[in-house]
């Protein structure tokens, strides 16, 4: 089992080596303090997990990339174009690109998923 | 909260209201026995929960979208292009279009989730 290298995501089709990426594995990034992006990218799609520390929060912002998303654990406020709604989990969401969006954790740690299209080089 | 209906998938962005679809809503589709898929559109982005029964198998077959997951629960014996891994909760895959795969549940029940782009319209 071979973690994804940049080489992975570039040249076209991945290799059968790259066919599968480990639990726990994939590129890490803080986004806003306590929230942590795990990603891995195919050719236009990329897959994230994403950890939310109780109260964190993913101030307004917007990319032209389209986004969708579900929670597996804890519950979150989610705001898309001013339209909040509060999510447990299993709920999902879908943001056209360009749309403004934010998400406030609340009293406990979150887990969720999020995948964009096409893959944001800023979470390689 | 709407229920996404058809309509929420065609004409362009999704209204305020279909930017969220609750837990357990979405289109439901069996696929193979035993196996049971349930998906939310974007525009160029499908969403789903994939639920196998244990010992259940998703047989050798490809498409031309291209295929992105994480396993939540369970474990899979999951074949990509001939490569088989064993894979347990947090472990992803992705598969380039036209890649042949297969599935195969063991002995308990399995939750994964399954992204596409673009969006299958026979999973709608």
Redesign the interface.
């Known amino acids: ?1 071979t973690s994804p290298g940049p080489g992975a995501n570039q040249g076209g ?2 290799s ?9 594995s ?1 590129s890490r990034h803080t986004i806003f303090p306590g929230v942590e992006i795990r990603t ?8 994230s ?1 994403v950890h939310l520390e109780p109260e964190s929060v993913v101030l307004d912002h917007s990319h032209p990339h ?5 929670l ?1 654990e804890g519950r979150l406020e ?1 705001t ?4 909040t ?1 509060l ?10 690109g360009g ?1 403004v969006h934010r998400v406030q954790a609340l009293d406990q740690p979150a887990i969720a ?1 999020d ?3 096409p893959i944001r080089e800023d979470y390689l």
Chains 1, 2 share one sequence.
């Open positions: 089992m089709l991945p059968p080596e790259s066919y599968f990426i480990p639990a726990g994939g891995a990218a195919g050719t236009n799609l990329m897959l997990v389209e986004q969708m998303g579900i597996l989610f898309v174009a001013g339209v709604h999510l447990g989990p299993g709920d999902m969401w879908r943001i056209p749309v998923i995948v964009f299209h």
